[in-house]
Nanobody, 121 residues
């Protein structure tokens, strides 16, 4: 069992940057594959990025690739998402996810309460 708490969201102008954080409880953070997903109003939740247990492998959606960077600090039980060159289309509630596979973590794993990201044009 893992408890996830996202933070770092807010209002930002197009072209700006934000860094999201996810604090995980427990002593087994390093045993989980981690990821980020997002949900815009009226849309289904979608995959954004995933990272392996050690942090050596990362995966991104086409929209996130080249702009977002996922990372983790296992010593601090924390997951990060650095978001650069933000676009209005990035506006959504962002969720932290924990699971067992990078292919399914954002769909079949645990998730937190989310943090709102709003990008103005």
């Amino acid at each position: 069992q893992v408890h996830l708490v996202e933070s770092g969201g807010g209002l930002v102008q197009a072209g700006g940057s934000l860094r999201l954080s996810c604090a995980a409880s427990g002593r087994t953070f390093s045993s989980y594959v981690m990821g980020w997903s997002r949900q815009a109003p009226g849309k289904e939740r979608e995959f954004v990025a995933a990272i392996s247990r050690s942090g050596s492998s990362t995966y991104y959606s086409d929209s996130a690739k080249g702009r977002f960077t996922i990372s983790r600090d296992n010593a601090k039980n924390t997951l990060y998402l650095q978001m650069n060159s933000l676009k209005p289309e990035d506006t959504a509630v962002y969720y932290c996810n924990a699971g067992s596979s990078t292919a399914t973590v954002t769909q079949a794993g645990y998730w937190g309460q989310g943090t709102q990201v709003t990008v103005s044009s």
